[in-house]
């Protein structure tokens, strides 16, 4: 079969690839009919997850037709279409039972790397380096899923396979991000980055009760379909004094809530990007962590911080003595999608979640090249690159 493969840095190809497996009586194979590119997908792209084999196939965030399962899968059969959380977990051990999926015990069947680096291993993700599986990634005709009757679930016929394409990952991240930060009514909300996953946070932001939210961006195009699609208020940080306008915006006292979705390769118009962007090419810090200083920063005291940008290792001048001094409450988390997804799918199913507009730019598998250098580097105004093996 054709798929999308990692070949080095900054560096992909379209590649003829062994045919998936059943490997395990839980498992399903799954024929992929859409597959998305993924703003933490650059972060592989880029080398800042040195745990990456060329050959890899890529790609986390999918939907397909299901076309053969295992002797222990329940609730699905042949022919259903379902969306996958990208994240891999078994259902059944204690952090799974918490509804911490992303933190399985046995979701990552290579956890050597992780409790070195973190202490602990998280769970698997699809197409996301050695470090989280080594599991094949969804930019290919086919899929191995396991634990299908825990990652799997069934789209509502009135739902398009664009919409709930995005119940893969972006939407159940984003509204982690929203649900776990514990906006309360009436809350002001900001939200750095306004890629799919920031646009979904502010949106369930919205949902869940805030009297205000805005998005932060530097990109014009993406803060005005935050602004048309989902009518939020927006802030372009090259050209606003951001923690200004966030004190106007919020009695002076600075936003309830802040939401962090950008991750390990933010951006700054200040001195403060040049020093983090050498460090990191340098590899004396992993990540550049400037927005999630600013959330920091600007939070209001007593308010509450949520991370959901990726993040792999080490950061230089963290402000622990604002997280501290502040009172401040911080969070963090990989998707626990198995939580939200069905919850999602029926909010999409009565249009009160709309995503399809994040697809920006539809092609075939064969492009897939050409769609993440478009997603990389911004060109034509693209959004995210939708693969259609």
Avoid at 147 to 174: H, N
Avoid at 328 to 338: V, Y
């Amino acid at each position: 079969m054709k798929a999308v493969c990692w070949e080095g840095v900054n560096e992909v190809a379209v590649e003829q690839v062994p045919d998936p497996q059943l490997l395990n009586a839980q498992d399903a194979i799954v024929k992929v009919r859409r597959t998305v590119t993924c703003g933490s997908d650059l972060h592989l792209l880029g080398g800042y997850i040195p745990f990456m084999k060329r050959g890899d196939v890529l790609g986390h965030e999918f939907l397909g037709e299901i076309v053969e399962v295992g002797s222990e899968v329940r609730k699905h059969k042949v022919g259903d279409r379902v969306v996958v959380c990208s994240f891999i977990s078994c259902g059944r051990c204690w952090y799974c039972e918490q509804g911490l999926f992303s933190c399985c015990d046995n979701g990552n069947t290579n956890p050597a790397i992780t409790e070195t680096l973190w202490g602990f291993a998280p769970g698997g993700c699809y197409g996301y380096s050695h470090a989280l599986g080594g599991f094949a990634g969804s930019h290919a005709e086919y899929i191995r899923v396991p634990f299908a009757d825990q990652g799997a679930f069934t789209v509502p016929d009135g739902v398009s396979d664009e919409r709930a394409l995005f119940a893969s990952d972006s939407a159940p991240t984003g509204w982690m991000g929203a649900d776990m930060a514990g906006i309360r009514p009436d809350d002001v909300v900001a939200v750095w980055g306004c890629g799919a996953v920031g646009q979904m946070a502010a949106r369930a932001a919205m949902l869940l009760g805030a009297g205000r939210v805005i998005v932060i961006d530097r990109y014009d195009y993406r803060l005005q379909m935050a602004e048309r699609v989902l009518g939020v208020e927006t802030l372009n940080y090259e050209r606003t004094d951001v923690g200004a306008e966030l004190l106007e915006r919020s009695g002076g006292r600075g936003p309830d809530v802040c939401i962090e979705a950008v991750g390990m390769e933010a951006h700054s118009p200040g001195p403060q990007f040049i020093y983090d962007q050498i460090k990191q090419q340098l590899r004396i810090e992993s990540d550049r962590p400037i927005a999630v200083r600013d959330a920091i920063y600007n939070c209001r005291k007593g308010g509450s911080v949520f991370i959901l940008g990726v993040f792999g290792g080490l950061v230089d001048k963290f402000p622990l003595g604002a997280v501290m001094n502040k009172g401040l409450t911080l969070r963090s988390a990989q998707q626990h999608g198995q939580r939200y997804i069905p919850m999602l799918l029926e909010r999409m199913a009565r249009d009160e979640l709309i995503t399809e507009h994040l697809a920006t730019h539809v092609m075939p598998l064969s492009e897939a090249p050409r769609g993440y250098q478009m997603f990389q580097k911004k060109e034509d105004e693209c959004v995210r690159a939708v693969f259609t093996p």
